[in-house]
């Protein structure tokens, strides 16, 4: 069954780096989600992309952030210099249209020094 | 705006007892209703939807969910818990025209022998 993956699944790293989170929707997906879940706290919506843009973004999704598709596979959340605060687990998802399911990736585990 | 209360943050049942996990949800419209999983280190995973149509829904692994208009909820039920069900259960919320879902706090399913 088609799944969604995410890659690194740990990734350590010290404030004010820039990291890169990747995903690979499942392959005839359209939409492509990033979620976190903060350790403890809810889980998060952060930003939607369609058709190689931002259809929705939350007001987590600051100037730190920014979302690409660099190519016909992957998905990628990259954030510029990495915050305390950012230490989350954050969750891709894809869905083949707006009101279909979302399926989301294992989530990659960032913990910010 | 949206939201979703999840009441209790954890839930003990023994094996082959009644499951009840409760969600209630605030929206200006109808919104679509999902309920997920999250298996320890692994992703989140669909048990089931409320788009249209018939209000009792069928997920996967024995659970269903009926949603109740008048009293804003969608609470989630299986008849007889495995221990295979200990895991913990995510309600959410999506506007049919928006992308973001909503989820509630969590709950922390434990069945016990």
């Known amino acids: 069954e088609p799944e969604v993956t995410q890659t690194p699944s740990h990734q350590v790293t010290q404030m004010g780096q820039e990291v890169i989170l990747r995903c690979v929707p499942i392959?005839?997906?359209?939409?492509f989600y990033w979620y976190r879940q903060i350790l403890g706290q809810k889980v998060e919506f952060l930003v939607s992309?369609?058709?190689?843009?931002?259809?929705?973004k939350s007001e987590i999704f600051d100037d730190q952030f920014s979302v690409e598709r660099p190519d016909g596979s992957n998905f990628t959340l990259k954030i510029r210099s990495t915050k305390l605060e950012d230490s989350a687990m954050y969750f891709c998802?894809?869905?083949?249209?707006?009101?279909?399911?979302?399926?989301f990736g294992p989530g990659t585990r960032l913990l910010v020094l | 705006a949206q939201s979703v209360t999840q009441l209790g943050s954890h839930v003990s049942v023994s094996e082959g007892a009644l499951v009840l996990l409760r969600c209630n949800y605030s929206?200006?419209?109808?919104?679509?209703l999902f309920w997920y999983v999250q298996y320890p280190n692994q992703g989140l995973q669909l048990l089931l939807k409320?788009?249209?149509?018939?209000?009792l829904v069928k997920g996967i692994n024995g659970f269903e969910a009926e949603f109740k208009k008048s009293e804003t909820s969608f609470h989630l039920t299986k008849p007889s818990a495995h221990m295979i069900d200990a895991a913990e259960y995510f309600c959410a919320v999506k506007k049919t025209s928006g992308s973001r879902l909503t989820f509630g706090e969590g709950t922390q399913l434990t069945v016990n022998p």
């Open positions: 998802a894809s869905s083949e249209s707006l009101g279909e399911t979302q399926y």
């Open positions: 992309f369609y058709n190689n843009e931002i259809s929705e």
């Open positions: 392959s005839n997906h359209l939409y």
């Open positions: 409320y788009t249209t149509g018939a209000t």
């Open positions: 929206s200006s419209v109808p919104p679509y």
